[in-house]
């Protein structure tokens, strides 16, 4: 009996718009196309996924009580220096992070996580760096 490996293809460019979109679909879908999950060629010892743009980072829905209740914290080691974001603040300062957080939490625990998230790119608004590499635009209704 062999073990085989597939070779992975060659990584598709995705763009995926989040106006209107929940936080947590968004990110399953997009932590499942990073790992390559999608494709019949997966292979979890390997980075097979594709690249994924995401647009409009700042326009995602939001439970109206979700705004107060949801904290982001960071920790940087030194005594006293627990930091700490409401999702109101996220929002209005770092809403490609806030998505980028959540994508992060989804992928494995490994070295591949770090490759994974390279293939990520969130921009808060509609405008994007990627038009050279022509993404095909994803609906999150799939």
């Known amino acids: 009996m062999k073990t085989s490996n597939p070779k992975p293809a060659d990584p598709k460019w995705l763009l995926i ?43 995602l829905l939001f439970h109206p009580t979700k705004h107060r209740r949801k904290i982001y914290v960071k920790h940087t080691g030194y005594l006293g220096h627990l930091k700490t974001w409401s999702l109101q603040e ?36 509609a405008k994007h760096l990627h038009e050279a590499q022509q993404p095909q635009t994803l609906s999150l209704t799939q």
């Open 90 to 125: 996220m929002i209005d300062k770092k809403p490609t992070q806030m998505i980028e957080i959540a994508v992060k939490g989804m992928l494995p625990k490994n070295r591949l996580a770090t490759q994974m998230m390279k293939r990520l790119h969130v921009y808060k608004d």
């Open 17 to 59: 718009d989040a106006e209107g979109a929940n936080l947590g679909r968004l990110a399953v879908r997009v932590a499942n196309i990073l790992r390559g999950k999608d494709r019949p060629s997966y292979c979890p010892n390997a980075v097979c996924g594709d690249h994924v743009v995401i647009i409009n980072a700042q326009k």
